[in-house]
């Protein structure tokens, strides 16, 4: 028996993070299974005006190649995908991506609180949220979404962070239901594959 | 803040239409929601069904609504190296064939994307040669497109992107400060003819050498690009160029096939057939 509440099949992972998450992500990237078959779907915050070299640098030694999807794409199964620099990423009903240009939320474009809220709109109870180091609240507002739409959600525990306002920020607002070390967030995507395999 | 249901959003693009013929139906859902929650908010409206009864008494009011619903963040030179590539080899190839060149700002906004085709255009010695047509749906912010007037806080961040494109002069040469406003030298847009016009409803008015439409067909949906897109092809001359904004792509498109990639990176496409 898994020490994860697992109550639904999942169809998607969202992952946040900001300052001092690129180790944590490449950690996990690099830990995924090569058949992981979930999309995992990443918004993180990024240099605006830097539009190559990020996807380069988290494919490096990540698992599986990272993309960033162009405005309208299918999501599919077994893929990572970045929300591209200078856009807002949401999930659209249909299953695929949605880019804008719209105001920064939270003073970052791509947010992450956009990403998190839609798809949890879209995935409801089949979406786990995770979000990591990061130096402001962006991200918060998007785990209360997840959580109230019944999904499940974890922050990197804070002790392990470089900076804690953001998963600090997440349990302020709405009960988590796993806070972990990147290892045991690895532990758990290893956990969740399994169960999606089942 | 509180959430709003599809049918909410379906009631809203309905009476728009009734009413005002304009035409949402085909926007795109994630940011089109998020467009009316930030006025439901920004105007302290408590409920969609008040924000219905305002639009449908207060014509004066559907104006800012219209206003605020459309997507106005835009940047001068935004992406530099797709700026520099047009300077290099697209004018430039457009320049082999004729004289004079025709471009077409589809969905200008507030006009900064019109003001750094100016820029390029006159440091290549052809603005004079030049005939610009920049159009938008919104007619407020048509108007702070023709006074070119901005933020001071924004020049930065303009004139990084500028330093970027590696321009042939500063991006201060081109503005005044007045009152903590920016105001950029009228010279520059005194041939450019701002106009209304509703991409999703309006009539194909022209024909171009190039259009520009970047970051705008991302607020529809793919019904409504097919649409949009067959119009923008119509208004190419036959080897015109269009340009869409660096993650938009015209793979998934009916008539894609219609053009082809002259730049991928910059997402510049070409037409070559009618």
């Keep these: 028996m898994s020490r994860y509440k697992f109550n639904t099949q999942y169809k998607a992972v969202v992952i946040g993070g900001s300052a001092g998450s690129f180790q944590g992500i490449t950690r996990i990237l690099q830990a995924l299974p090569s058949d992981f078959d979930l999309p995992i779907i990443m918004a993180l915050h990024r240099l605006k005006h830097v539009r190559n070299g990020f996807e380069e640098a988290l494919s490096i030694k990540s698992v599986k190649p990272v993309t960033e999807p162009f405005d309208k794409e299918q ?10 620099a200078n856009y807002h990423m949401s999930v659209e009903l249909g299953n695929t991506f949605a880019l804008s240009t719209e105001e920064m939320v939270n003073n970052s474009r791509p947010s992450i609180d956009i990403t998190l809220e839609t798809a949890a709109y879209v995935y409801s109870t089949k979406l786990v949220g995770i979000l990591l180091s990061g130096a402001n609240k962006d991200g918060a507002w998007g ?17 392990e962070c470089m900076i804690d306002t953001m998963p600090t920020s997440a349990l ?10 990147i290892d045991q967030i690895i532990e758990f995507l290893n956990e969740l594959h399994k169960h999606t395999k089942q | ?40 908010e920004l105007y302290k409206f408590g409920s969609v069904d008040l924000l219905i009864k305002r639009l449908k008494e207060d014509r004066a009011f559907f104006e800012e609504f219209l206003a605020e619903l459309t997507v106005n963040v835009t940047e001068m030179f935004r992406d530099p190296s797709f700026w520099r590539e047009l300077r290099d080899q697209i004018i430039p190839n457009i320049l082999l064939n004729h004289n004079t060149i025709s471009i077409w700002h589809a969905g200008c906004s507030s006009g900064e ?50 330093i970027r494109y590696q321009g042939t002069s500063s991006l201060s040469n081109y503005f005044k400060e007045e009152n903590g406003k920016a105001v950029m030298d ?6 450019v003819s701002f106009r209304e016009h509703d991409l999703v409803q309006g009539m194909v008015f022209n024909k171009f050498d190039l259009i520009l439409c970047r970051n705008v067909m991302i607020y529809f949906n793919q019904t409504l690009q097919n649409t ?18 660096s993650k938009e792509s015209l793979i998934w498109c009916e008539i894609s096939n ?15 057939k009618d």
Excluded: C, W
């Design chain 2, 228 to 245: 949009v897109l067959k119009k923008l092809h119509e208004s190419l001359f036959k080897y015109g160029y269009l340009i869409i904004g």
């Design chain 2, 186 to 191: 009228k010279s520059l847009v005194e041939h």
């Design chain 2, 113 to 162: 994307e019109v003001f750094s085709m100016a820029i390029l255009l006159k440091e290549m010695g052809i603005l004079d040669r030049s005939k610009i047509i920049a159009t938008d749906i919104d007619k407020v912010i048509l108007q702070r497109a023709r006074s070119g007037v901005y933020a001071l806080k924004n020049m930065e961040l303009n004139e990084k992107n500028y």
């Design chain 1, 172 to 181: 302020k607002i709405t009960p988590i239901d796993h806070i972990l070390k």
């Design chain 1, 143 to 159: 785990m209360k979404k997840i959580k109230d739409r019944g999904g499940l959600t974890i922050v990197q525990e804070p002790s």
């Design chain 2, 1 to 40: 803040m509180q959430d709003i249901e599809i049918s909410d959003l379906r009631r809203i693009t309905e009476l728009i239409k009734e009413t005002y013929n304009y035409d949402f139906t085909n926007y795109a859902m994630s940011s089109f929601k998020r467009r009316i929650l930030r006025i439901l």
């Design chain 2, 258 to 272: 219609k053009f082809i990639v002259v730049n991928n990176e910059e997402k510049i496409y070409k037409k070559i």
């Design chain 1, 75 to 84: 999501i599919k199964r077994g893929k990572v995908y970045l929300a591209p």
